[in-house]
């Protein structure tokens, strides 16, 4: 038995005075004391004595002295997609590729490893980052064909939004010029030229039916590709994640979102995922929740290790496909488009209403004012009808665009918002044209949201964005340049991915903050977030993550 003493630091704790502490012991897997060396050195004397007492076993100590670093409690993000993000990991990454050439080489590498017939795939391409400006366009069935034509291709935007296959991909698929437009699906695209030929080019929606086409990959890599998962997440200071997963076809992995579930607890099985996580499912049934719950508790693991946290719903769509529901269009819509609702309102409130009777927490998807507007609206209407278990928690994703009387509402229903930074850094040099100059205003506001008193929690919604927890920070405190009068301050910005995400899973009594008895979660940081400039918040060196006492990261 040993209890470690981290002393000569900064211990950010986040606890409700947000206090600052210099040392902090723990043993097992929680913490014991933090405070000054001195009270810290007191507690361990005191507990030492206790257990002589007590004739327990005796109880080293380990000093470790961090020379000037800062602890803050491990990140908690509070809404992303594991399945999704191992399956991107599954895959070989483009995000190297620099331009057309680069891209040649290894796809034609990746071709010369297949078998006869089997599909070249890769993911993360990001085009908009290729050296040559004239080539910074996503490619095309004809682009591909040049690389190669003897075996399917398929390649992934990085955001997951847009996937482009070559020509015999297509031919595999059975979609050509005759039956492009019965093929295509709702929210999303399949692209054709002037002459009506399919590009090879599917959006939204209508890339889940090449990805429907590629074979699943195999057991071994799904075991390899989750350890690098949990890694990357542990990298960033990751203890905690609110994972959205899906029980049925209907959601954004489709057809091989059926497989989330079971994928994620043969992993958790091999012992390869080291943060907690609480799982949000996609499904139209709130009684299923009761038998995914069971499944997990199956595995037998510690307390709030694995859990089911409650339901994920969408109210409707993103700027970048113009399917948010807004009241007015949006500026650059040439159809005048006004995006819409993906549910109708007597279904959504029944699911919600269900699900929050039994005590589950209830998150929906809201982009657009007018659909942000609705949700509140049915919210307030379940508050009325029905009474919650404890723990039935209502919860906005995203909350992009919030007009003030929405605010207030949320204030007064005691509505969770989770939002996504990182989305911030990616739409910041488009967002103003496609929404105007007077609704972006009211974009990502969370000065406005702090300020009234609703809880702010962080995500990153990866893989969609980058789960780099010091980069939302450093978002947060800058924002870019975009309104800045909505900026946060860099506590307000912890406290975002800490505490508050903690209560967004409804695990605030037991992580989120730095105190006694709570469970030892904690990054170390070679900096105070607090005394580098904001624009360096992201460069900051992670020294170590801690994971209910257990090192799972350190940079060497
Ligand atoms: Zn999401």
Redesign the pocket.
Known sequence: MEISLFYNCTILTMDSNDSEASAMAIFRDKILAVGSEKEVRNSIAQFREKNRLEGGETVSLREINLNGACIVPGFIDA???PGIYIFYKTQKSLSGVKGYKDLERVLGEEARKCGEGQWVVGFDLMEDIFEKPEERRFPNRYDLDKICSEHPVLVLRHDGHICAVNSLALKIMGIDKSNVAEKTVEAGEIRVDENGEPTGVFTEAATAIPLGFMPLPDLQRFLDAGRIFSQELASYGITTCGG?VQLGEEG?AGKAGTFEIPLIQGLIKEGLIEQDFVFYVITTLPSELKNVEKSFQELGLGEGRFQVGGIKRFADGTFGAFTAAMFEPFSDSPRKSKGFFMTDEESLFEIIKETYKMGYQILV?AIGDRANRWVVDLYKRVVKTVKSKEGGRLRI?HASVLTPDVIRDAADLGIVLVCQPMFIDSEYTWLEKRLGPERIKNVYPFRSIIDAGIFLAGAS?AP?ESARVLKALQVCVTRNGFVPEQAITITEAIKMFTLNAAYALGQEKIKGSLEEGKLADFVILERNPKSVPPNRIADIRILATYHRGRLIYSPH
Do not use: C, F, G, N
Request: net charge negative; glycine share 0%.
């Open positions: 809404h992303m997609h959205v954004p998807h994703e919604d969609v």
